[in-house]
């Protein structure tokens, strides 16, 4: 086995492992919890599937080492912990971009836990990636659904499997990119060093107004990543013009 980057094993997300694989060994097999090491990811709630994800993906999360200088798990209870969260206002302003959306990657987790499909409904980090892809060298982001993005919404929001109801939704031709959800609602405008992420606040909509408070620097929208020609006067008016067009069609 091979894993991709060094520190990322096995243990990281299914939890110390040990005694399961001399109970294993031992033909001694009990039966567990699903949270217990290694960890069932099929069947443990959304808000534990990201609290385990978070153990890196959360920037704001205070790692103390535990009492033999572990930093990645703890040693009773569960293995992920319940940690502490340092402030925003703690950290370096280059972390935020004026409008109140995170810049970097490294908050991801926080940016998806903003997301009202984390909030009331049972969205994880599961819903999207998987770790265990069989693509992984063409598929670095483990996508699930890489060739169908829209997939990854639509296993939810039924109602625009639909050609018909995606276009008049978006505005844009069925089949084209301005049509795909993650386009308007995750655009790539988080800094991962090497490329521009996806923001993980998924519900996010093109707001004109912030652009045109802050700039497309400080507040970068959807609209005008592909309509780089434009400026955040047109975004608005064309936002402007959709509203009575939705609520006449809901």
């Given at each position: 086995m091979e894993f991709k980057e060094p520190g990322i094993g096995c243990e990281m997300c299914h939890g110390p492992s040990g005694g399961h694989v001399i109970e294993m060994s031992e033909h001694d097999y009990h039966p567990k919890e699903p949270l217990d090491p290694p960890v069932n990811f099929h069947k443990i709630d959304s808000r534990k599937f990201v609290a385990i994800c978070a153990q890196c993906h959360m920037q704001s999360a205070i790692r103390n080492p535990g009492p033999d200088g572990e930093l990645n798990y703890v040693s009773s209870g569960e293995f992920f912990g319940n940690r502490l969260r340092q402030p925003f206002g703690e950290f370096s302003r280059k972390g935020f971009y004026k409008d109140g959306r995170f810049r970097q990657t490294?908050?991801?987790?926080?940016?998806?836990?903003?997301?009202?499909?984390?909030?009331?409904?049972?969205?994880?980090?599961?819903?999207?990636?998987?770790?265990?892809?069989?693509?992984?060298?063409?598929?670095?982001t483990s996508l699930k659904f890489r060739d169908e993005p829209d997939l990854m919404c639509t296993g939810c929001h039924t109602q625009f499997r639909d050609a018909v109801a995606i276009s008049r939704h978006s505005h844009h031709a069925a089949e084209s990119?301005?049509?795909?959800?993650?386009?308007?609602?995750?655009?790539?405008?988080?800094?991962?060093?090497?490329?521009?992420?996806?923001?993980?606040q998924?519900?996010?909509?093109?707001?004109?107004?912030?652009t045109k408070r802050f700039g497309p620097e400080e507040s970068p929208n959807a609209c005008l990543l592909c309509h780089t020609e434009k400026n955040a006067e047109w975004a608005g008016q064309q936002l402007s013009a959709w509203k009575p067009l939705r609520a006449n069609a809901r």
């Open positions: 490294t908050f991801i987790v926080e940016a998806l836990e903003r997301s009202q499909c984390f909030k009331k409904a049972e969205l994880s980090c599961g819903t999207c990636h998987d770790p265990h892809s069989r693509d992984s060298a063409s598929n670095p990119e301005g049509s795909r959800c993650v386009s308007c609602h995750m655009p790539r405008i988080m800094d991962a060093l090497l490329f521009r992420a996806r923001y993980h998924i519900d996010d909509i093109p707001n004109a107004e912030m």
